[in-house]
């Protein structure tokens, strides 16, 4: 029996016979998984619909060196060439909440070692299941949707954290600013060298915005050796043209033999998986650096007993990483410094000394302070 | 390139903090696993040495 698929589709509506289903991407239907998705399948990514960006609420992050840089939890943009802009957005495929888009706001060359690409780690604990590096390596199914102002080819990527073995597959992009489902099946790697417990970084997703040819294959759908991002055919005039944009929007990485529906779990849950690489005392949606009220209820204060200094001891939303970097900010945003009482309340003070573990800070104040108050950020990401 | 500081002489009785305070005053403890601590450390081994903690405290180079 033939299938008549509708004329005219929209970008992620989904179409049903015969007990099977497929959505349109924007340039073909793609099947969709003809069973329930196993039990035992959840998303490898952290914060995979873009949503949770506790650091920046979605201020622009603007970056020119090559550095590891946020733009929301769990997404890092790295460059080296030109400057790129990266923020959460809220142009998106149907039905999601937030997507994140970068700008290329000032133009660079391409040269052998240019490396423009959004990237994020997996942590090692987090691949126990993948079994990646012996005979039993488990199928991984990538499925994430994209949309850039260039049509062309871009690179997609796992790779281990050594950067000894890859995987690269292309990223057709078939027309401009139009919103379009990548999905890819790559079988596990039964060779190499991979880290699949600790809280190291296990592997990396890479998506190559523009990449020079020292991170070029021609070696592609395959596992090698070797540190590659990117295909050789990778298109490459992000970079050189100004404004141009690149989103990614929902994405999954899932231990299964296909891509899986893009589930969204709740909010609470994917904040607190956010916040096992950083958190912050305010409130969700109030940006680091806000200012606050001294002896507010969300603010961490602490008194000083008889001859003795403050001391302040504050568990954590979520048990970290690794120890955190821990950055206080005094009631008038400043970073590094603490609000503290002397008679009156003064801006600009600073801590005694602090110790903590993965679980907690202990803050203790100086001199004559009888209370301090302050926000913090605790920062243990990969 | 980030600065950093020996952290602060701790109140009587306290521990001193085991790690380095960077010139935003951001208290970065001795884990490898951290990457701030990553940072230092290769910090160190191109020549970089701690500077100690200013009486007034460090003062901040900028919010993020």
Known sequence: ?382 | MSEYYLPPVPPEGMPTFDGVVREDGAWIPNDSANRDWADYTQWVLEDGSPLPYPPEGVPPSGNP
């Open chain 1, 1 to 382: 029996m033939a299938i008549d698929f509708p004329n005219s589709p929209t970008v992620g509506q989904i179409f049903t016979s015969g007990g099977s289903s497929w959505q349109w991407d924007g340039v073909k239907w793609v099947a969709q998984a003809s069973t329930p998705p196993p039990q035992g399948t959840p998303n490898k990514l952290l914060n995979p619909f873009m949503e949770i960006d506790q650091a920046h609420e979605g201020a622009a992050v603007s970056t020119t060196a090559a550095a590891t840089n946020y733009i929301v939890d769990g997404l890092v943009i790295f460059i080296n060439a030109g400057t790129v802009s990266g923020q959460r957005s809220i142009d998106v495929p149907p039905g999601y909440p937030n997507s994140v888009v970068t700008t290329q706001t000032a133009t660079g060359t391409v040269a052998a070692g240019t490396i423009n690409s959004l990237y994020q780690y997996i942590e090692a604990d987090d691949l126990a299941d993948t079994r990646l590096g012996t005979s039993n390596a488990q199928t991984l199914a990538l499925a994430f949707w994209t949309k850039s102002s260039i049509a062309g080819t871009y690179g997609g990527s796992l790779r281990n954290a050594a950067g000894t073995r890859s995987y690269v597959f292309p990223i057709v992009i078939s027309a401009a600013n139009t919103w379009q489902l990548i999905t890819q099946v790559i079988p596990g790697d039964t060779a190499g060298t991979w880290v699949t417990s600790g809280n190291a970084a296990g592997m990396t997703f890479n998506i190559a915005l523009t990449m020079g040819a020292n991170y070029q294959t021609a070696t592609l759908n395959a596992w090698q050796a070797g540190n590659f991002l990117a295909p050789t055919t990778i298109t490459n005039t992000m970079v050189t043209t100004l404004n141009s944009t690149f989103q990614l929007g929902p994405a999954g990485l899932w231990v299964a033999p296909q891509p899986q529906p893009l589930l969204r779990t709740s909010i609470q849950a994917e904040l607190t998986r956010c916040q096992r690489y950083y958190e912050k005392s305010y409130d969700p949606g109030v940006a680091v650096g806000s200012t606050f009220s001294v002896g507010a209820a969300n603010v961490i204060g602490g008194v000083a007993l008889a001859n003795a200094v403050p001391a302040v001891q504050a568990g954590f939303r979520s048990t970290k990483r690794a120890a955190p970097t821990i950055t206080f900010y005094d009631a008038a945003g400043t970073a590094g410094k603490i609000s503290a009482y002397t008679g009156s309340w003064a801006n600009g003070a600073t801590a005694g000394t602090i110790f903590g573990t993965t679980n907690l800070v202990s803050v203790q104040g100086t001199g004559t302070q009888q209370f301090i108050n302050y926000a913090y950020t605790a920062d243990a990401r990969l």
